[in-house]
């Protein structure tokens, strides 16, 4: 059945590229545009324009000549484990600053598991652009 889907798109022209890594990238490495090739192929859900790719981070180890998988890829890390952060609380009215350590690696946006340094309490926040943390309910 998968079969006769794929070559009903390739006979109706809706053939899609496919990017995948030309060399195995380990996590933490920041994609440059001279590590991906794209190559033609169906792959939902992975990224089809290179475009999209460059610039970010692998979250996983991806591999040469595999499709890279959406969740696999996000923005560059800002804020590493163990570093000390900033803190920022705001809700109806009250808002409280402090320092905190982050106990996880996280990029713009990414929520994160940190530790306020002074009640030694566990949070969960959002890593800003400025590289400090503001934190949810």
Do not use: C
């Amino acid at each position: 059945m998968r079969w006769i889907f794929i070559l009903m798109l390739m006979a109706t022209g809706a053939y899609a590229d496919t990017v995948m890594p030309t060399r195995t990238l380990r996590p933490g490495t920041l994609i440059t545009a001279s590590d991906l090739t794209v190559r033609d192929g169906v792959h939902p859900g992975m990224f089809d324009r290179v475009s999209d790719v460059v610039g970010q981070e692998a979250r996983m180890a991806l591999y040469a000549g595999r499709p890279i998988p959406f969740d696999a890829i996000g923005a560059p890390a800002i804020v590493n484990r163990n570093q000390i952060v900033p803190l920022f609380f705001d809700a109806g009215g009250l808002s409280i600053t402090t320092d905190g350590r982050a106990l996880e690696r996280g990029g713009v946006g990414d929520r994160v598991r940190v530790m306020n340094l002074s009640s030694r309490a566990t949070l969960f926040g959002f890593v800003q652009e400025d590289g400090s943390i503001k934190v949810t309910r």
